[in-house]
């Protein structure tokens, strides 16, 4: 079982900067790749940004530019670093992992984050 918990959500303004932290209940070497999805009201899910087990990163273009993702290999977490925050990056963020072997996809409780003047 993986347990993934994050923190670091909140209200910003507009142009304003925010880091979100993932830990993970295990080894990340466990896991082929870490990512952070985020979810607003009325859509669906979406891909924010990735890392795999080898550093390669992956980033949604409405973010690139912005938002950096980072592993920490000796703490078991990896955060997102989130830059010029937009109104539309409103949204509950999400953590997931996906393990190694069985490549199973865990997720987080999500933390809030809140774009507004």
């Known amino acids: 079982q993986v347990q993934l918990v994050e923190s670091g959500g909140g209200l910003v303004q507009p142009g304003g900067s925010l880091r979100l932290s993932c830990a993970a209940s295990?080894?990340?070497?466990?896991?082929?790749?870490l990512g952070w999805y985020r979810q607003a009201p009325g859509k669906q899910r979406e891909l924010v940004a990735t890392?795999?087990?080898?550093?390669?990163?992956n980033y949604a273009d409405s973010v690139k530019g912005r938002f950096t993702i980072s592993r920490d290999n000796a703490k078991n977490t990896v955060a997102l670093q989130m830059d010029s925050l937009k109104s539309e990056d409103t949204a509950v963020y999400y953590c997931k992992a996906e393990t190694l072997v069985l490549r199973a996809n865990y997720w987080g409780q999500g933390t809030q984050v809140t774009v507004s003047s």
């Open positions: 890392i795999t087990s080898g550093g390669q990163t």
């Open positions: 295990r080894s990340i070497f466990s896991f082929n790749a």
